[in-house]
């Protein structure tokens, strides 16, 4: 079955810095994954996903690509902001028959003015 | 386009109680999944339902049971309430039962004393 190890955070940057986080699962099967992001006090809500070797998924200024030689996803944003501040997660598609995601442990980004 | 709404958004019990908590699927989506977030956690997976019938299951205990009407709407039941279940409680609609494209709603926070 798939595990998923995602990057411990907090991650603390200024404002403008880049950004990377990283998720690394095994695959069972076609490499793919959905980022999720949790703003402080809400619920979780889908920014992007990437599917496919060297295909990015971009949205908001945030891009994730994959590196076949190390199957992991990488989040990557070129200039971050304050309201980038959130907790990060990243999950493959469900892959058994109990059709749940695995979800990494999720990344908590604090970016400071 | 009417998004996931959950219901209540905040609620306290005490220890053995019972609790129904809510959920309106977003327009168009025959799947819905529970999860329980514990305070600096990632989601955890407790059941997924699709056309009314549950179809999925996280390893929590028969305590927790839920339901989904015909018009995809969903509870969740909780009884026999333990100081444990306090957390956020997450509902995710989706188009399907295998995408891992999932449409939060904002949580019912629950505190159980």
């Known amino acids: 079955g798939n595990s998923v190890t995602q990057m411990e955070g907090p991650v603390t940057l200024s404002e403008e810095a880049f950004l990377t986080i990283n998720c690394t699962y095994t695959?069972?099967?076609?490499?793919?994954l959905f980022w999720y992001v949790q703003y402080p006090g809400e619920g979780l809500q889908l920014l992007l996903k990437?599917?496919?070797a060297d295909d990015k998924g971009s949205n908001k200024g945030f891009e994730a690509t994959y590196r076949k030689e190390t199957t992991s996803f990488h989040l990557e944003k070129g200039s971050v902001q304050v309201s980038d501040s959130a907790v990060y997660f990243c999950?493959?598609?469900?892959?058994?028959?109990?059709?749940?995601?695995?979800w990494g442990a999720g990344t908590k980004l604090i970016i400071k003015p | 386009e009417t998004g996931v709404t959950q219901s209540p958004t905040h609620l306290i019990k005490t220890r053995g109680q019972q609790v129904t908590l809510r959920c309106s699927s977003q327009?168009?989506?025959?799947?819905v999944s529970w999860y329980q977030q514990a305070l600096g956690q990632g989601p955890q997976f407790i059941f997924q339902?699709?056309?009314?019938?549950?179809?999925g299951r996280g390893n929590f205990p028969p305590r927790f049971s839920g339901l989904q009407f015909p018009n995809y709407s969903s509870e969740l039941n909780v009884n026999a309430l333990e100081l444990d279940d306090s957390a956020l409680y997450l509902c995710?609609?989706?188009?399907?039962?295998?995408?891992?494209?999932?449409?939060f709603g904002e949580g019912s926070r629950l505190t159980v004393l």
């Open positions: 999950a493959p598609p469900p892959m058994d028959s109990n059709y749940q995601l695995i």
């Open positions: 327009s168009g989506h025959n799947t």
């Open positions: 995710a609609s989706s188009p399907g039962v295998s995408t891992g494209e999932l449409f």
């Open positions: 339902y699709y056309r009314e019938e549950e179809n």
């Open positions: 990437a599917t496919k």
């Open positions: 695959a069972t099967g076609y490499p793919s």
